[in-house]
């Protein structure tokens, strides 16, 4: 398996003279979330791809910017529009955009999050309510508004970007770690209510990816980015020893959200270099 300069991912079993070429050509993609980090690389592999997408994010001009270069290289491919996952309007706009630009949607990726920190004590019912909305929730309304459209174009593909603490809850990431088990039972639920119609849905179990959200945590007087970095993998006993790249899980959205995994639903296949512990 190579990735080509394009972007485009090749894979090959020479013994047996086998050849899948993964893509998205002539398919229309929902991918929240792409202002930065990895909704971002997820939009950029899907345009590489030879999909159309349709990405949102709430600071509508940062996104705006995105969009402007991604039109340079791919054209009308792309469209980004100014919307909060949390609200089910928003989703309602998101979906809208994606119909009567690009025909309807084939492909959703429910990427935008943000995470509350806390424990017991000191979690407020207000960030509960927020993991809640903006994980769950949206999921759950951008599939209801996607399914009748997937459903009128033959079938589609719905990866939900999970975490590996929906199955391993983790002290540190208290309230997404319920919520994120209710987003695995979701996606499971879909993925059977929808088989036989030609929906796959699986999620993707993220362990720690580098993105910009990253970059708000390190303190530069504790040292160096890249000492941040190893030294958060090895807290974290990652036993690859290292934090994951955007295109590392863009390149597995990628494989999921094509026909390459026409056998695979119902599943979460986790992007965390080893550091989930169960079995
Ligand atoms: N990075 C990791 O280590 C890690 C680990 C486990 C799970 N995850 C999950 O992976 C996903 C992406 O994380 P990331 O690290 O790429 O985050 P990030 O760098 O903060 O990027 C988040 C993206 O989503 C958008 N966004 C955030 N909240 C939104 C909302 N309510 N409505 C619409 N857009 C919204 C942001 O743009 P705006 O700010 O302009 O809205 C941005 O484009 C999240 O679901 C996160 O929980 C990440």
């Known amino acids: 398996m190579w990735e080509e300069p394009s972007g485009r991912i090749i894979v090959t079993t020479q013994h047996e ?37 349709v990405t949102c994010a709430r600071d509508g001009a940062g996104l705006e910017a995105e969009v402007a270069t991604w039109r340079a290289t791919h054209g009308d491919r792309v469209a980004g529009i100014t919307a909060d996952v949390g609200k089910a309007e928003d989703i309602e706009r998101l979906m809208a955009e994606a119909r009567t630009r690009f025909g309807g949607v084939d492909v959703l990726v429910n990427n935008a999050a943000t995470s509350e ?52 809850p983790d002290m540190t990431f208290y ?76 390149n597995v959205a990628l494989f999921l959200a094509s026909d390459a995994a026409s056998y695979v639903t119902g599943t979460q296949l986790d992007v965390d270099g080893g550091m989930a512990a169960y079995l």
């Open 17 to 53: 003279g086998r050849h899948v070429d993964i893509n998205l050509k002539g398919k229309v993609a929902v991918v929240t979330g792409g202002r930065q980090g990895i909704g971002h690389g997820i939009t950029q592999a899907f345009l590489e791809a030879g999909a159309s997408v």
């Open 117 to 168: 920190s806390g424990t017991l004590a000191s979690l407020t019912d207000a960030q509960w309510h927020k993991e809640f909305d903006v994980k769950l929730l949206a999921m759950i309304r951008t599939a209801r508004a996607a399914v009748p459209l997937m459903l009128a174009r033959g079938g589609g593909s719905i990866v939900n970007i999970n975490a590996i603490f929906a199955r391993q």
């Open 175 to 250: 309230a997404s770690s319920v919520v994120r088990a209710g987003c695995l039972s979701f996606t499971k639920l879909l993925a059977k209510e929808y088989a036989a119609q030609g929906i796959r849905a699986n999620a993707i179990g993220l362990g720690l990816v580098e993105t910009p959200a990253w970059q708000a945590w390190h303190d530069p007087a504790q040292g160096s980015y890249a000492d941040f970095l190893t030294s958060t993998a090895a807290y974290y006993r990652v036993p690859m020893g290292r934090i994951g790249q955007v295109r590392e899980v863009a």
